[in-house]
């Protein structure tokens, strides 16, 4: 299923192509496919590249999302010299801005979720936060309130931050 992704997904496609463009290619040896534990569906490493769990991501779509994910990641790495994930603030930036732009809040997601709420204005926005709050807490060096703290504090400026995208995909 990855590549298939790799080759059929334009989102997948034009995120490989943009860090290309921004000097940092990469091909079908970035991607790893292993079990991982419960918590999480995949990763990102500036030293093994993206990490899929297969005990995790079992449709197409679930790949997609999470190559787009940790693509976004890998982007945001590539264009900043000094991203540091040990720093909660540049942690949450860039979850904010893999979960705003990779699909991951789409209002199908959502659905199959079960996280639509009544008050439909705004979802993505609380799913955004949600999904960024779940990934930055995961971070032993954002713990005790640190990660809600960093979310709260980047939520605005990342989220209108769209690069390379010229807007939210599917918005």
Not at 36 to 49: E, H, K, M, R
Not at 53 to 62: A, D, F, I, Q, V
Request: contains cysteine; charged residues 20%; hydrophobic residues 35%.
């Amino acid at each position: 299923m990855v590549d298939k992704v790799l080759r059929d997904s334009p989102t997948v496609q034009y995120l490989l192509s943009s860090l290309q463009m921004g000097g940092c290619g990469v091909g079908r040896p970035f991607f790893h496919v292993t079990r991982c534990a419960d918590d999480v569906g995949g990763g990102f490493s500036t030293d093994y590249g993206v990490i899929l769990c297969h005990n995790k991501l079992s449709t197409y779509k679930e790949v997609e999302l999470a190559v787009a994910h940790e693509l976004i990641h890998a982007y945001d790495f590539c264009r900043a010299s000094n991203l540091d994930l040990t720093n909660c603030h540049h942690h949450a930036c860039t979850e904010i801005r893999a979960a705003n732009l990779s699909g991951d809040c789409s209002f199908y997601q959502e659905f199959v979720r079960g996280n639509l709420s009544e008050a439909m204005v705004g979802q993505h926005k609380r799913c955004v936060r949600r999904r960024a709050l779940l990934s930055v807490s995961l971070n032993p060096h954002c713990q005790g309130g640190k990660a809600e703290q960093a979310v709260s504090d980047m939520m605005k400026h990342c989220l209108r931050d769209t690069d390379p995208f010229p807007r939210v995909p599917g918005m």
